[in-house]
């Protein structure tokens, strides 16, 4: 069965250092998004793509956060310097039509 | 402001009972995606309803769809620990795919 893959999975990184994400989205799905979850709470979109094109990336913190989709395929997502704020779960999805599907998500932790 | 509101925020229940989570707004969705998320894990869809009425049944889980398109609500009747989780309803708002605010139920065994 098709999947949204993430990677890494978890990552522990000290604040101030730079800290990387990795999306490969169900072959196929044009529309790619980046989310970040705070523990309990629903997801927050931070930047959405329509194949190489950045759709919104409005709630995106843009001094310290970039996101790229080069080829409208895989998609990165930086932060750097990471703040202790940034500790939650960053999710990427992809989607065709109407259905949404999500990966297993990053779990960042700063310290 | 948030546009999809869920209700309650947590709920913590005995195996067995019934119990319904709620998701508002104050603007039409086309349809409305209800995902279980566990911990450490991305959500998992669960349910699309697309037609104002629409009831949908997963099992123990029905999921039915504001006549205005506007609510939607979920029903787990005899509720088991494996329905532990963090629920959430979600749409498109224009092009933007929104979160409910989630709700986080715990089944006591």
């Known amino acids: 069965e098709a999947e949204v893959a993430q990677s890494p999975r978890y990552k522990i990184t000290e604040k101030s250092q730079a800290v990387a994400f990795w999306c490969d989205p169900i072959?196929?799905?044009?529309?790619l998004y980046w989310y970040r979850q705070i523990l309990g709470q629903g997801p927050e979109l931070l930047v959405q793509?329509?194949?190489?094109?950045?759709?919104?990336d409005s709630q995106l913190p843009k001094d310290r956060f970039s996101a790229e989709r080069l080829k409208g395929v895989d998609s990165t997502l930086k932060i750097q310097p990471a703040e202790l704020g940034d500790s939650a779960m960053y999710l990427c999805?992809?989607?065709?039509?109407?259905?949404?599907?999500f990966g297993q998500g990053t779990r960042l932790t700063v310290v | 402001t948030q546009l999809l509101e869920q209700s309650p925020q947590f709920l913590s229940i005995q195996e067995g009972e019934n119990l319904t989570v709620y998701c508002n707004s104050s603007?039409?969705?086309?349809?409305l995606q209800w995902y279980r998320q566990e911990p450490g894990e991305g959500p998992v869809l669960l349910v699309t309803?697309?037609?104002?009425?629409e009831v949908k049944k997963l099992k123990r889980l029905t999921f039915q769809f504001g006549d205005a398109r506007k609510d939607s609500s979920l029903h787990i009747t005899a509720a088991q620990p494996v329905d532990t989780g963090l629920y959430l309803c979600?749409?498109?708002?224009?092009?933007?795919?929104?979160f409910g605010t989630g709700t986080r139920l715990k089944v006591l065994a």
């Open positions: 999805a992809s989607s065709y039509r109407a259905g949404v599907f």
């Open positions: 072959s196929g799905h044009a529309t």
């Open positions: 793509f329509q194949d190489e094109s950045v759709v919104d």
């Open positions: 603007s039409v969705f086309s349809s």
């Open positions: 309803v697309v037609t104002g009425g």
């Open positions: 979600a749409g498109f708002r224009t092009y933007k795919y929104i």
